[in-house]
Every structure is written in structure tokens, then in C-alpha cells.
């Protein structure tokens, strides 16, 4: 895992500024640094290094193909690079081997049959930038999901630099970047708690969309950006194409399935680890990993004291079962206060995923014993794990046909009892009822449904579900949205049912814009890798082409997963109500965190700053702090930006390019 930084400019390529952008993403690659410059070209390429397979100086980079043509600053791992290295063999490339990373093994591919193609043939995470010397192009490029981050931008016409990095904070060394910040990038953070791709916060900086790759030649022209994998297409031929198999048959082949993929994904040269949170999707991993180690894996936790919140009892008991090596550590609110104030820094841009910070401190948790933790992410999407799918189809099913004055008539009743009232009739029925109905945190997700009882199509009505402000123009000024919401517009996704539909709008939008930027950022700023098996692209190949009454039966979401899981942990230490990995942020937003927050939302400081309205923040602050839990995201989502804004006014342009040749010298 590393960080990467480039530059090709008609006015040719510092090497201090190339330097100072490289060497702010020192957490990135804390082992070994480097940068390579073709004055005549105008292109420059920066490294930054966490040494993980061949810590020799084999694995230096830039590095440069054996036939000499191409450059590449690469950020990432190549699981099957080995077997990509025995198809080179067998089709007769001669290379001469200098080492045995995968950087190596990736370039002779792109020698032998094409940077598309390798691609197609490459089972990774990564991002990289590539100069080919023949061609005169600089070609830019991100995994299937979008695992690893890529920026990319040129702000001012041709004549301008052209930049990409791993993170925003190397942008801000080139003295050309310009830090204005777009206003629909705000609306979008506040809608869906992150600024999705393509966009970032900043007018003219993109993030290069998940399974593509940006060309640009030296001679200022537009890059062409072209898929060389498409989610959408995955989904689609896999619905229409379903396997054959029996439940049984379905559940052996997704096993092997899953040991070839951790077993791909525990390649390293360093020690190795993961997370575990007693959940389906990390035991499940954490499963596999131990029925494959021939010795006990190393797992890692964290809780809460609040008990809704706390998953570390359940982790605790899986792990026991599996013996692993397992690490825990219970997390207060002012460890959680520590790490508020390094957010900004940490993700760059605006990023309001309350679930950042325990991943953090787990990333913290881990990194003490080893340097690489593989996770379970992307279960939910690919196995119809989140409960809001089966929720949202059934509640479409029931409400579709009732006029709509009769379901506003349904709202107003159903607020009429406080959030606080539903969850304590909630727990007082959990003694009676099946542990699969129980529902935690009641209120909150009765009165976040509520409004939904409006909603005139499946999608809008899903749609719904997502986001936190759903009007972004009655709270951020000049907000003006320039496309449709894109559960709202995804002609790609025509063919699948509902269900399939929200499922594949998650695996290509939320899943790439937050789990993936929550935990990549999270992790990295310990110098963590983290890997994650369940996106390997033969699960995400065999998931779609499961039948939906194999991920979904009944209200057994994950059915095939579980079925799979069970045949190493007990039901009985799975089977409970679905948390999530979060924090009780309205609780602390009412305690230990109401100063900090009151500060950033203070009206004379909103209106002044003139990005929020300051009326609607003001009143969502004091909703929240009667107790309303709707409010708790919402607020999340503008604290995080006036934090973020806040740090980027204290520590300005200048205190970051003072601290990055500090590193430097």
C-alpha cells in the first residue's frame, strides 16, 4: 500500500514541488520515497512506500518495465501476480526478473499484451499512474471498486499542470492549485454523507471513477477516460444468467470460491491480521482465513460501553470459537474526542460517516501487531445484507396502492410517539419475539421512516433511505444540483428487479463513495493495509449470478453466506439484530461533544462563512438536542465540513507545504 503524486506540465516539473507533494503522503508509505522526472516529456512521478511483498530495493519505485517503456508510481496489490507471471512464462515473454512484486510483474504485462488487458486478467486493489515513453501518454488508472483512491485534475485550461495523487492534502503543495470549493460537492455531502466520484470537494479535481482508465497525451488535450470493467454489466449478466446449483451445491462452490480469494489476499511479507466484529460478513472471512492458516489467525475489535452500540462481546465469542489471536479494546468518548480533531486531516475532504472513527481506532488496534488486516466489506451489498432492502421492497409492496392522503394521515400518527417511546416498546418486546425480528434502536428507524410514506416510486422511495438532508438547497447556499439523484437515473441498472436494483446501486455508489473512502483513509493514516476478500472479482462475479432466493429467503438476509459461516461458528453466536459499526453520535453530540459542536455551527459563524443556511442548521441543532434522532446525521454531515473548513483556514496552504519540506530535508 503506498501514496502516489504526479505532474505533467507544458511548463515543465519541479522536483522540490514533486517532492512536497509526494512526501505528504508519508503515512501512506512511511518505509521508502522516490520520484522520477522526463524533463524533455514535462512528466514527473512520486512514490511513497509501505513495504509489504518484496521489502527489497527490488520494489522501488517509480518503477520502470524491463523493455524501458513505461514508468509507473503504483499504489495497491496484485493478488494472482504469481500465476500472472507463470502466463507470461508459458506465452513466451522473456523478462528478466529483478525481484518479486507484483509492480514488476504488472509492467511486464502491460509489455506483453496491453495495459486493457492486463488489467482484465489482474485480480487486485490499486491505483496507479504509467508513462509510456513510445506513446508520449500519461495513463491513469483505479481497481474494479474502487478500493484504492486517484484524483486527477487540471484547473486552469491546457496550458495548466495536469496533478493526480493518492489524497486532496498533494494537491495542495503544487503552488498552481487552486483550493475553491464547489458548492454542489456540499449538497451532495449533506445528501449522502460523502462527496461521490467523480466529483471532489474542490471545482476542477476528480476522482477517477471506479474501473477505468484516464489517458493524456503531452500535448494539453482533454484526457479520455474508458471502462475497462463495468459493475453495472456484472450485475445484469448475472441476474439474467443465474446458476444452476442446488442451495448446498451453491454454498460448496461459494466456499472454494472464498478460499481461493483469502487465500490470494494473505499473500505478505509482513505480518498479517484482520478484522473481526462478530457480524456475518468479517466472520466469515476470519473463518475461511483460520480453516486455511496452519496457525491461529490474529483478530481485532473494538467496543462500546453503551450496549446498543457494542458488538466486542459477539466478536469476542467468535473468535474464541475459532481460536484466533484476538486483540480488543473498549473505546470511551474521549478517545473518540482525540481523534475528532485529526478527521479533517485523515480524509482530506469533507467525509461525514459517523462509523470513521471506530474504524479508525480498530485500524489504531490493529497496526500495534501487524501491518495488513483484511475486513469483510462488501457482503452486504453482494449478499443482500442490509435490512433496508427487504424493508424498502415490503414497505413498497404495502403502501404502492394506498392513496396518498391516507399515508400522510399514517405519518402523523406514528410521529405522534416519541423516537424514545418506540425504542423502549421495542426492548420491552425483545423478550417475547424471535431474535430475527428484534429491531435495535426502534425509534430512530421508525422516525426516519416515516417521511418515506410519501414516496411515489420504489426508486425515490430508496432513495429516501440514503440520504440524511433531503432537500440540500434548504441548508446549503447556492446549491444547485446539475444531475438527477442516481438511484433516480440508472438506465444501466434496466432488467433487475427492485431488490437487485437497490443492491447494485449500493455495490457501485455507496459501497466505492463511503465503505471503501471510510476504511481506506482510516487505516492508512496508521500505515494499515487493509484487503478485502469478499470484492475479489470471482466472488463479485459469483454473487450476481446467485439466484435472489439464495441471498434473500424468507427474512434471512445473507441466506447463502450463513449457510456457509455456520459450517465453522454456531448460529447461535451470529443470529441477533443487525448494528452496523457505528457510534451513538446523538448521545455524545448531547454530551461530551456539545461544545465542540455548538462552536462550529454558531450562527454568527455560519452566516459569515456563508455556506450553510444558518436558520435550517440552527434548527436541526436544536431538534437534536430535544432528542430527535433524525437530526444526529444530518448535523454529523455539517460538523464534519465546519471541521474540515476549520483546519484548512489554521493550517492554510503555506503551514502544509512548511511541514512537507520538513520531510523533505
Known amino acids: 500500500m503506498c501514496g502516489i503524486a504526479g505532474v505533467l506540465s507544458p511548463r515543465g516539473v519541479s522536483a522540490h514541488d514533486l517532492r512536497l507533494m509526494t512526501n505528504s503522503l508519508a503515512h501512506r508509505g512511511p518505509d521508502d520515497e522516490g520520484i522520477w522526472i522526463d524533463e524533455e516529456a514535462a512528466i514527473g512521478l512520486g512514490h511513497r512506500r509501505l513495504s509489504i511483498v518484496d521489502l527489497s530495493p527490488a520494489g522501488h519505485q517509480p518503477m520502470h518495465s524491463s523493455s524501458g517503456r513505461f514508468l509507473i508510481t503504483f499504489n495497491g496489490e496484485i493478488y494472482n501476480h504469481t500465476e500472472l507471471r507463470r502466463e507470461l512464462l508459458d506465452a513466451g515473454h522473456k523478462v528478466g526478473w529483478r525481484g518479486h512484486s507484483d ?7 502491460f509489455d506483453f499484451w496491453g495495459i486493457k488487458e ?4 489482474a485480480s487486485g486493489m490499486f491505483a496507479f499512474g504509467l508513462w509510456d515513453r513510445k ?7 483505479r481497481d474494479r471498486l474502487g478500493e484504492k483512491p486517484l484524483y486527477y485534475g487540471r484547473q486552469h485550461g491546457p496550458q495548466s499542470p495536469f496533478l493526480f495523487a493518492s489524497e486532496l492534502k498533494a494537491f495542495r503543495q503544487h503552488p498552481e492549485f487552486d483550493p475553491e470549493i464547489d458548492r454542489e460537492a456540499i449538497g451532495l455531502l449533506v445528501r449522502y454523507l460523502d462527496v461521490p466520484a467523480p466529483r471532489s470537494i474542490y471545482l476542477g479535481i476528480s476522482k477517477l471513477p471506479p474501473g477505468t482508465l484516464l489517458t493524456l497525451g503531452e500535448g494539453g488535450q482533454d484526457p479520455v477516460i474508458e471502462a475497462y470493467w463495468s459493475g453495472a454489466e456484472i450485475a445484469r449478466n448475472g441476474a439474467s444468467n443465474p ?5 448446498d451445491q ?3 462452490e461459494l466456499e472454494r470460491i472464498l478460499e481461493r480469494a483469502v487465500g490470494r489476499q494473505m499473500m505478505s511479507d509482513v505480518p498479517l491480521g484482520a478484522f473481526l466484529s462478530g457480524g456475518v460478513d468479517s466472520s466469515t472471512v476470519v473463518a475461511v482465513m483460520q480453516k486455511i492458516s496452519p496457525q491461529p489467525v490474529k483478530t481485532f475489535t473494538i467496543g462500546f460501553n453503551e450496549k446498543s452500540y457494542n458488538e466486542a462481546e459477539h466478536a469476542k465469542e467468535v473468535a474464541r470459537h475459532l481460536g484466533t489471536d484476538h486483540t480488543e479494546l473498549y473505546v470511551t468518548a474521549e478517545q473518540v474526542m482525540d ?3 485529526r478527521l479533517p486531516t485523515m480524509y482530506d475532504e469533507p467525509f461525514a460517516d459517523p462509523s470513521q472513527i471506530p474504524t479508525h481506532l480498530v485500524s489504531a488496534l490493529a497496526r500495534q501487531h501487524v501491518t495488513v488486516s483484511l475486513s469483510g466489506d462488501g457482503g452486504d451489498e453482494l449478499f443482500g445484507g442490509y435490512d433496508r432492502y427487504l424493508l424498502t421492497a415490503t414497505f413498497w409492496d404495502k403502501i404502492a396502492a394506498i392513496p396518498m392522503p391516507l399515508r400522510a394521515a399514517a405519518a402523523r400518527i406514528l410521529t405522534l410517539v416519541s423516537a424514545s417511546t418506540w425504542t423502549s416498546l421495542g426492548d420491552a418486546a425483545a423478550a417475547m419475539i424471535p431474535r430475527w425480528m428484534q429491531v435495535a434502536r426502534l425509534g430512530e428507524k421508525v422516525h426516519k421512516g416515516v417521511p418515506m410514506l410519501r414516496s411515489e416510486t420504489l426508486e425515490e422511495l430508496y432513495e429516501y433511505m440514503l440520504t440524511q438532508w433531503h432537500d440540500p438547497a434548504s441548508v446549503v447556499v447556492g446549491f444547485v444540483p446539475e444531475s438527477a439523484p442516481p438511484m433516480l437515473d440508472a438506465p444501466e441498472l434496466a432488467g433487475l428487479n427492485g ?3 437497490m443492491m447494485a446501486q449500493d455495490m457501485l455508489g455507496y459501497l466505492t463513495d463511503d465503505i471503501l473512502v471510510k476504511v481506506d483513509r482510516a487505516a492508512m493514516a496508521v500505515s494499515l493495509e487493509t484487503r478485502m476478500p469478499l470484492l475479489d472479482p470471482e466472488v463479485v462475479e459469483f454473487a450476481w449470478r446467485l439466484p435472489l432466493d439464495l441471498k434473500i429467503r424468507g427474512s434471512t438476509t445473507k441466506w447463502i453466506l450463513k449457510k456457509v459461516l455456520y459450517r465453522h461458528v454456531p448460529p447461535a453466536l451470529i443470529e441477533r439484530p443487525k448494528m452496523g459499526f457505528g457510534i451513538p453520535v446523538g448521545d455524545w453530540l448531547r454530551g461530551p461533544l456539545r461544545d465542540w459542536a455548538e462552536a ?3 450562527e454568527r459563524r455560519l452566516r459569515e462563512e456563508g455556506f450553510f443556511h444558518a436558520d435550517a442548521v440552527r434548527q436541526s441543532w436544536s431538534e437534536l438536542l430535544c432528542g430527535n434522532p433524525r437530526e444526529q446525521f444530518k448535523l454529523w454531515s455539517i460538523l464534519m465540513f465546519q471541521s474540515w473548513l476549520e483546519a484548512q483556514r489554521l493550517r492554510g496552504d503555506a503551514g502544509e507545504r512548511q511541514a512537507a519540506t520538513a520531510l523533505a530535508n
Open 118 to 121: 492486463t488489467l482484465g486478467r
Open 135 to 141: 506513446q508520449r501518454t500519461l495513463t491513469l488508472a
Open 600 to 602: 462550529l455551527v454558531d
Open 103 to 109: 509492480t514488476e510483474t504488472l509492467l511486464a504485462g
Open 250 to 252: 451453491a454454498a460448496d
Open 339 to 341: 481523534v475528532i480533531p
Open 243 to 247: 446458476i444452476a446449483l442446488s442451495p
Open 499 to 501: 431488490v437487485e436494483r
